[in-house]
């Protein structure tokens, strides 16, 4: 099976290029920030506050995705909750939890457990780094702080969010730093990681960058295990 791992910080359109680029090469795509969301959305709605109370209701919670017409769902116990963990709110949540180690073990062997079944995209924080050290691809995609929070600010629009781009900026600079000094699997490029700034690309030249960049990877493997 082939796994490629997509890093990078918030709004740097990891989600929606990885989407487009696995559509392309018939891959299962994973969000993993999508089941971190779900978590901080169970813990907002159960008002927790800590890591301990949090830790004692992981295995209670009922979390799927399925793969409904090619399309990602996140579900959290029988509820479709695809569109309600995509908030500012459940962001900021999704950031604190993200770095409880009992979280991250909780999410661990799902996430390995899709790669092994199938030819996948995944991204997120450490997937290079932590849940698929072995990925044959490995690419961190990144943009500018200003072209970060403006993607994400048009994003939240398109849904009807009621937010301002201030509001944006200030998320994604909090996240930025939550993400970046956490304990536990800190947002990093791994040591193998090819780093893609794509702040001066619309989002079909990031696709082709993407796209030829694993294509260009798989290729050289490819040969290397014919000589």
């Known amino acids: 099976m082939i796994s490629i791992a997509i890093d990078g910080p918030a709004g740097a359109g990891k989600s929606t290029v990885a989407k487009a680029v696995s559509k392309k090469?018939?891959?299962?795509?994973?969000?993993?920030?999508a089941l971190y969301r779900v978590i901080g959305l169970y813990v907002v709605r159960n008002e927790f506050t800590d890591e301990e109370s949090i830790k004692?209701?992981?295995n209670e919670i009922k979390l799927s995705l399925r793969?409904?017409?090619?399309?990602?769902?996140?579900?959290?116990?029988?509820?479709?909750?695809s569109d309600k963990i995509r908030t500012p709110e459940i962001s900021m949540s999704a950031s604190k939890v993200s770095a409880f180690l009992s979280v991250r073990k909780f999410l661990l062997n799902?996430?390995?457990?899709?790669?092994?079944?199938?030819?996948?995209?995944?991204?997120?924080?450490?997937?290079?780094?932590?849940?698929?050290?072995?990925a044959q691809?490995?690419?961190?995609?990144?943009?500018?702080?200003?072209?970060?929070?403006?993607?994400?600010?048009?994003?939240?629009?398109?849904?009807?969010?009621n937010v301002t781009y201030e509001e944006v900026l200030n998320?994604?600079?909090?996240?930025?730093?939550?993400?970046?000094?956490?304990?536990?699997?800190p947002l990093k490029p791994a040591t193998d990681a090819v780093i893609l700034d794509t702040s001066n690309y619309n989002f079909k030249e990031s696709v082709d960058l993407v796209l030829n960049l694993i294509k260009d990877k798989l290729g050289?493997?490819?040969?290397?295990e014919r000589k």
Do not use: H, W
């Not at 793969?67 to 579900?75: A, D, L, M, R």
């Not at 990144?142 to 009807?160: D, P, Q, V, W």
């Not at 050289?220 to 290397?224: A, S």
């Open 25 to 33: 090469l018939s891959y299962i795509y994973v969000d993993t920030g």
């Open 56 to 58: 004692k209701k992981l």
């Open 67 to 81: 793969f409904i017409n090619g399309e990602q769902k996140v579900f959290l116990f029988d509820e479709d909750v």
């Open 110 to 134: 799902l996430q390995r457990d899709l790669a092994k079944k199938n030819n996948i995209i995944m991204d997120g924080r450490d997937i290079g780094t932590v849940i698929l050290p072995d």
């Open 137 to 161: 691809v490995k690419i961190f995609l990144t943009a500018s702080l200003e072209e970060r929070s403006k993607r994400r600010y048009r994003e939240l629009i398109e849904k009807n969010c």
């Open 171 to 185: 998320d994604i600079i909090k996240r930025d730093y939550n993400d970046s000094n956490r304990p536990v699997a």
């Open 220 to 224: 050289k493997l490819d040969n290397d």
